[in-house]
């Protein structure tokens, strides 16, 4: 008989695994009917076999599960510290991590973040370190190390500056097309402000430099993004996430690679100056105590350029450091402010408020003169008074439209624009530190750098804001070049456009064109410009004859100084202005001393516009057919109806007028006719058209007298006909005069 065998140490272990394995299957059993019996088992179990993992692990299931954070917490230290290379407890870490990462609010990621907090810190500290060793991704790693950072800063100084250099790295590995990126937004926004307000870290000038950079450019793209690059839009915005006297009030911009919660970002601009702040002081900047404005900010770079050059080289690179990144700053905000209240759509999209855009264009509102007129009296009786047909009408509108010699002043309308002063002074503050960043050689070199790695060249908002500065400054050909680069921008981002964002881009640089061609003389180029825009325009639906009003009210008295408008980029608006310069352009051919009927023709039909404010122009007009005896413009007719002129023109005919011989009626082409009332009698919705102390049955009266008798039939009707005109569209005519006669307004001033 043989003799009993002890069990080997393999037998005993697989003996031993077997009964843990027996002891939390049992516990798992008795769960559901009896949790107390169940956690009995394996206490009894822990005790027994004190090592395995399998039962601390089901004791902390159960206690997870039951929602024990005290308890659970205490069970996952002893995991942790004991079983340190079990991969359960590392999925279980991971968890709680993402829970830590994660913006829900939901119960269970609540109940895992209170387990979290229950470890020790020394624990938490060690567990999310280690946590980080186990991502392989770039951004989850550096969104676990920042939780470490942000936790327990004494660990920035070790931490810190390794994890910005690998968001900084992982940025261009990645080959990002835009500054605003997960990685660059991880940077800027969370790591930055940790390592340069740690006073701890201690970081070399240029490394300073360097970061200050990044944020700038990543800051400066965030808020000035365009609509058309946010394919990423989800969801609708209460509030406003970009906090600027304009608040940005579109739909919500998710970066990709990070939450729409992780996305938004208060204060842009607020962050930056603060990091500006923070890098002058480390770098030993002249810096002020205290929150200054803007305009402070630029006065004291101004003075600190004066004597910059006195400083050794290595205060001067400073020093230099100072005004380009302050300086440029100022620049950027405030050019980014006046942009976009010129034309918020650009950064708003659809849900930008119901405002037009404005363009800014030079103001020639003063184009018929600013004598004061009587306008109780027919023009022929006031000829009469007249000191003689010989006497030449002085206007102050021939004096030279560049306003180059004049200081420049920009008006706009309360009504156009609300916070106009606002608007005015960020247009200055910008426009005077871009022409202090160019005064020093090696402030422009600086920024020329700076401007070159950023890519400004391609942003379309800045394009607008410079070309504005430029026709400000008069430079006008200098504007022309700057919006053919603007017409180019435009088209890098038409695949993306809403038709209507296209189109007043379009017409933008179609009336800035025109105005800066005309501020050089190249009034052919003008007219061309205007036609091609008349094409644009879509005229507003309105009652016959009521075509002044929507006209802005401009005072007789004319600043000398008001060389400049921001004028509302609406057909309603810009039509107006168009008529302006036409008139401008054709009213320097007609009245010089060689013979030029077509224009002279051209001036009569535009100056219907605003009637009577171009009445002592038209007297000119008149004086000068006088002097010529005769006057020939065959397409009269068509296009003027204005009652006035058509009773003045009447006159000419007669002995009392001076019996001008008058070529008014065309070779070819039947006359414009229309549905007449009775002659003597015009319809009643035509009379707002006439002066109210003329009464309907006398005007065509006067206008009849003396041309009834021994004159050309065909000129009596077409003068009838005319009369029965006058209640048409006043605009409506004068958009069929641009559009018709295209051709022949280009010829004229060929």
């Not at 010129?342 to 405002?355: D, E, K, R, V, Y």
């Not at 560049?402 to 706009?412: D, Q």
């Amino acid at each position: 008989m043989r003799a009993a065998r002890w069990p080997g140490r393999a037998e005993r272990k697989m003996s031993a695994q077997g009964d843990c394995e027996f002891l939390v299957k049992r516990a798992r059993e008795l769960v559901p009917g009896d949790l107390w019996a169940a956690k009995a088992w394996l206490i009894t179990a822990r005790s027994l076999y004190p090592a395995d993992f399998n039962i601390q692990y089901e004791m902390y299931t159960i206690e997870r599960n039951a929602e024990r954070t005290a308890s659970a917490g205490r069970l996952l230290y002893d995991m942790f510290v004991n079983f340190p290379d079990q991969p359960a407890v590392w999925r279980e870490i991971s968890v709680i991590t993402s829970a830590l990462r994660n913006d829900s609010q939901d119960k269970q990621t609540q109940f895992l973040r209170g387990l979290f907090e229950t470890l020790p810190g020394r624990v938490q500290c060690e567990m999310l370190l280690k946590a980080t060793e186990q991502c392989f991704n770039t951004l989850e790693r550096a969104e676990m190390l920042l939780l470490l950072l942000r936790r327990f800063p004494e660990t920035v100084v070790q931490h810190g500056v390794g994890l910005g250099e690998t968001l900084l790295d992982a940025e261009s590995i990645e080959d990002q097309e835009s500054p605003v990126n997960c990685f660059r937004k991880l940077f800027v926004c969370d790591v930055l402000p940790l390592i340069i307000n740690n006073p701890d870290v201690r970081l070399p000038a240029s490394l300073l430099y360097k970061y200050l950079n990044k944020a700038a450019e990543f800051y400066i793209n965030y808020v000035t993004r365009s609509t058309q690059t946010e394919s990423q839009y989800q969801g609708s915005q209460d509030s406003s996430d970009i906090m600027s006297p304009s608040k940005r009030s579109s739909q919500k911009y998710v970066i990709d690679g990070l939450t729409e919660k992780s996305s938004q970002i208060t204060d842009p601009w607020e962050r930056l100056f603060k990091i500006l702040s923070v890098v002058g002081m480390r770098c030993e900047w002249q810096m002020d105590k205290g929150r200054r404005s803007f305009g402070d900010i630029l006065h004291r770079m101004k003075d600190l350029c004066r004597y910059i050059s006195n400083f050794d080289s290595d205060a001067h690179a400073k020093y230099k450091n100072q005004v380009v990144y302050s300086t440029m700053l100022v620049f950027f905000k405030n050019a980014f402010q006046y942009v976009s209240n010129i034309q918020p759509s650009l950064f708003q999209g659809p849900n930008a408020p119901n405002q037009a855009p404005l363009v800014l264009l030079e103001d020639v509102t003063n184009i018929y003169g600013d004598t004061d007129i009587d306008r109780n009296k027919h023009i022929h009786k006031k000829r009469k008074l007249a000191e003689g047909r010989e006497k030449t009408m002085q206007s102050s509108d021939d004096e030279d439209p560049s306003g180059k010699a004049r200081s420049r002043h920009i008006t706009v309308n309360k009504a156009d624009l609300a916070n106009s002063i606002e608007v005015l002074e960020s247009f200055k503050l910008a426009r005077e530190s871009w022409e202090l960043l160019y005064s020093l050689e090696s402030l422009d070199k600086e920024f020329t750098r700076i401007c070159l790695s950023w890519k400004t060249d391609t942003w379309l908002w800045l394009r607008i804001f410079l070309t504005d500065m430029i026709i400000y400054q008069g430079q006008y050909k200098k504007a022309i070049s700057s919006l053919h680069h603007l017409a180019a921008l435009q088209g890098s981002h038409s695949p993306q456009q809403i038709t209507g964002q296209g189109s007043l881009e379009n017409q933008r640089a179609l009336i800035q064109l025109a105005t800066c061609h005309f501020a050089l003389g190249e009034y052919r180029q003008t007219c061309e410009k205007v036609l091609d825009l008349m094409c644009c325009i879509l005229l507003p639906v309105q009652e016959g004859g009521k075509v002044q009003e929507e006209q802005p009210k401009v005072k007789s008295k004319f600043r000398k100084g008001s060389d400049l408008k921001l004028w509302p980029c609406t057909s309603r608006a810009i039509m107006p202005y168009c008529l302006h310069l036409l008139l401008a352009c054709f009213k320097l051919r007609a009245f010089t001393d060689s013979r030029d009927d077509m224009a002279l023709g051209h001036v009569v039909v535009l100056l219907q516009h605003e009637w009577p404010r171009g009445e002592n122009l038209f007297l000119k007009a008149i004086n000068k057919i006088c002097q010529q005896g005769n006057f020939q413009y065959e397409n009269f007719f068509n296009y003027v109806t204005n009652i006035d002129m058509l009773e003045e023109f009447a006159y000419l005919r007669t002995q009392e007028g001076g019996k001008i011989h008058l070529e008014l009626l065309p070779n070819q082409a039947m006359l414009i006719k229309t549905s007449s009332p009775p002659m003597g009698l015009l319809q009643q919705e035509f009379i707002p058209v006439l002066q109210p102390s003329i009464q309907t049955a006398d005007r065509h009266h006067t206008v009849t007298r003396g041309i009834t008798k021994g004159v050309k039939e065909d000129f009596r009707l077409a003068m009838e006909r005319q009369v029965s005109r006058c209640g048409e569209n006043l605009m409506v005519v004068l958009h069929r005069f641009c559009i018709n006669e295209k051709i022949l307004l280009l010829q004229t001033l060929a």
